[in-house]
DNA sequence: ATCCTTGCCGGTAACGTTGTCGGAATGGAT
DNA sequence: ATCCATTCCGACAACGTTACCGGCAAGGAT
C-alpha cells in the first residue's frame, strides 16, 4: 500500500516484458487480447498510476502550461478559470504565478516556469513591464505563446483579448448621449496598451461627434483607486471642470466616485460617470456605476483553445489576433435621461 | 542554440565525465579545484540548466506543493499570495487548483495533483465537503497534509486558521454594545466550521451578556448573496424583527444590505450590520460596512511554513494548530452612537 | 518442403540526473 | 623499495517510461 504500482511491478507479477506491459497499456495493438485484459485487471487491482515525471522526461512534454497573470482580481481569476476549464479538457495542467504588476516579478516567474519546463506559456503582461525580451526568450525555445487580455504589439504571438478600442468608444458615445459636454478620462499607465487602446476609443468618440479634444481633460494616473481618487479632485477643481468622467477600470471610478462624492457632487446630475470591467462592486456602489463588461470567462477559455492549436501547428500559423466584443451596462451612475427604446 | 545544454553536453565539450560534472555543479567536494572552474565556466556559457524533471524522478522529490481552495475570492487569492510567497522562498513551486465549492471539484483536483507527484498539499476545503476521504489518501501515501482558513475535524492535520469564534464573539458584542437589543445572524451551510464557530462566538456574546437565545433569530443560507438577500427579508417580515443582523461574510452582509435598503429601513439607525472578512467592498458601499479583519496574507504565510516544518519533521510532530487573531472594523453600518474612548 | 506474412513478444537503449563503488595516480612515510 | 592514505575521476546502475528492432512460432500460399 505505500510506494505506487509501477509497470515494472505489473510485469513481474504477470512474468511478461516491461514492454509487452507498456504496450497493452496504451493503444494495444501488437499485443493479445487475452494478456491485454490481464494487465488491465492487474493495473486495476494495483491502481497502477503512470509516473508521469517519467513520461515526461521520455517524450519531453510535460503537459503543463505556465500562466502568467499581473495579479488574480475579478477579471483576470475569471479568466484563468475559463484557461484552466479547456486547459484540463484537453490534458494539460495549469501553473498559475502572479507577476504582482512587477517586472522583475514576472521574469522570475518566466524563469521558474521555463525551469518547470512547461510546454509553452498564456500571459497576460504586467503593467510595469516595458520590455519583452524575457518572454521572447520563451520564443527562442521555440514554446509557444499566447497573450491575452493585456496584449502588446511588442511581442509576437498569437492573441485573444477584447476590442478595448470599441470599450472606450461605447461608453463615452454613452456619455454624450446623455448630454454630457466636457467628457474627461482616466487612464492608466501610459505604456499599458489596454489603456491606450480605451482612450483612443474615446478619442474616437469625440471626433465622430465632433467635439474638440481637450488634453486637460486626459489624465494618467496608476491603476489604483487612490491615484483615481486625486487625479479626480484634481481634475474637478479645474475652472472649466468636467461634466463626465470615463475611467478605464472600475476601481478607478470608485475611486473618482468617492472625490466627486467628497465635493458634495451629484451623479448623474452634476457628473456622468462610467467604469470598465463590471466588476461585481458595481451595482453595489451608491450610485450603481456604468460599466464596460466583458466576457472574462469566454476569454480565458479562447485563450486555451488559441494555445493548443498554435501548440499543434506551430510553425506555420499566422499570428491569429482573436477579439471579442465588450458590451456597455448602463447604471445610475451615468443615466441622466431614462432610457431611449 | 535550440535544445537546453545537459551536463552530457559539457562533459563531452571538456572531455571528462558525467559523475564529474554533477559532482563539480553541486557540492564540489572530490572534485579538482581547476575542473571546477572549467565546468562552471562552460555551464554559465552554455546557460545550463538542471533539468528539474530527471531530478524529481531520480530523488523522488518534485519541490511542488499542491494548493486546492475553493474558489479565489480576495481573502482567499491573499492567502494564496501568502502561500506563494514562502514557498519560492523555500525553493516549492506551487500549483493552485480551484474546487470552486465542489466536492466533486475537489476529489479531481486531489486526483489530479497526486498524479502529477506533488510533494504536499495545502487545503482549504470546500463548503460542500462532507467526507474527506479523498484527503485521507493523501495521508495514506504519507504525503504532509496543511489545512488552512477552512478546517474541519474530520482530518486529522497541522492547521492555520483564524479565531472564528472569536471573531463572530467581538461582532456581536460590538452590537449588543451599541444598544441593539435583537440581533439575529446570517449563518452560512449547516456543515462548514468556519460558519459555525462564528455561530459559536456569536452565542458567547449572547450568553455573556444574558440575552437569551432565539432560534428564529439564527438562518442558514448559502455562501451567497441573493439567499441572504431573500433570507434576509424574510427576517425583516417577522412580527418582532431583528435589530440588527452579524453575517458570517461580507458577501452576505451585502445581500443583507440591499434587503434593507429594500424594506426602507436604515442603518445604522433601524438594523446594525456586521460582516466578516474586511474585503475592500466594505468601504465602498453606502453605509459603509463594519467587518471583521482577518490577517489573510500572513495566514497562508503561516500555512507554508507550517507545511515546511510538517514535512521535515514528518513522523513525530504533534498536530500543530495555529491560530491568528481577528479585528473588529467599524464602520456606519453598526456604529449608532459617537465612538467611545 | 520452402517461403513469406502475420501476430505476438522481449531486449535494449534512451530521456537527464545522481549515488555508489572501485580504481588510477600521486606523494609522503616507513 | 614498499606501503598506505589522499585526491581525483570514471563506470555503472538506477529512477519509470517508451520507441525501436529483431525474433520466434504459427499458418497460408507456392
Known amino acids: 500500500m505505500e510506494k505506487p504500482a509501477t509497470i515494472k511491478d505489473i510485469a513481474k507479477r504477470l512474468n511478461i516484458s516491461l514492454s509487452t506491459v507498456s504496450r497493452a497499456l496504451r493503444n494495444a495493438s501488437d499485443v493479445n487480447p487475452d494478456t491485454k485484459k490481464a494487465v488491465m485487471a492487474l493495473s486495476e487491482e494495483l491502481n497502477y498510476q503512470p ?3 517519467a513520461l515526461s522526461l521520455r517524450q519531453k ?12 482580481d475579478y477579471v483576470l481569476s475569471l479568466m484563468v478559470r475559463g484557461i484552466d476549464e479547456v486547459a484540463l479538457e484537453a490534458g494539460f495542467t495549469v501553473m498559475v504565478c502572479q507577476s504582482n504588476e512587477s517586472f522583475g516579478r514576472e521574469i522570475l516567474n518566466t524563469r521558474r516556469l521555463l525551469e518547470s519546463l512547461v510546454d509553452g506559456f498564456i500571459i497576460s503582461v504586467s503593467s510595469e513591464s516595458k520590455s519583452f525580451e524575457h518572454f521572447k526568450k520563451i520564443q527562442e525555445r521555440n ?6 487580455d493585456r496584449v502588446t504589439p511588442h511581442l509576437k504571438a498569437p492573441s485573444v483579448r477584447i476590442d478595448n478600442e470599441e470599450g472606450g468608444f461605447i461608453a463615452t458615445e454613452h456619455l454624450i448621449e446623455q448630454g454630457y459636454k466636457r467628457i474627461a478620462v482616466l487612464a492608466g499607465p501610459e505604456n499599458l496598451g489596454i489603456s491606450n487602446s480605451r482612450m483612443d476609443g ?7 461627434y465632433k467635439i474638440k479634444k481637450d488634453p486637460a481633460l486626459i489624465v494618467h494616473c496608476d491603476f489604483n483607486q487612490d491615484y483615481a481618487y486625486f487625479a479626480t479632485l484634481e481634475l474637478l477643481a479645474m475652472k472649466k471642470r468636467p461634466d463626465a468622467i ?3 477600470s472600475d476601481r478607478m ?16 446630475e452634476d457628473i456622468g460617470l ?5 466588476e461585481p462592486v458595481t451595482s453595489l456602489v451608491t450610485p450603481s456605476l456604468s460599466s464596460i463588461e466583458m466576457p472574462s ?4 477559455k479562447a485563450a486555451a483553445k488559441l494555445f493548443i492549436e498554435t501548440m499543434h501547428n506551430k510553425e506555420n500559423m499566422d499570428l491569429e489576433e482573436k477579439v471579442l466584443k465588450p458590451k456597455l451596462i448602463i447604471r445610475e451612475s451615468s443615466q441622466k435621461s431614462p432610457i431611449k427604446n
Chains 1, 2 share one sequence.
Open 51 to 53: 509516473n508521469k515525471l
Open 61 to 72: 512534454q510535460t503537459h503543463t502550461i505556465g500562466v502568467i497573470v499581473p495579479n488574480l
Open 143 to 148: 514554446l509557444p505563446v499566447v497573450v491575452f
Open 202 to 208: 474615446y478619442l474616437n468618440a469625440l471626433k465622430k
Open 246 to 248: 470615463f475611467t478605464i
Open 253 to 268: 471610478a470608485i475611486g473618482a466616485m468617492l472625490a466627486i462624492k467628497k465635493k458634495g457632487l451629484r451623479m448623474p
Open 274 to 278: 462610467v467604469g470598465f470591467n463590471n
Open 297 to 300: 470567462f469566454e476569454l480565458g
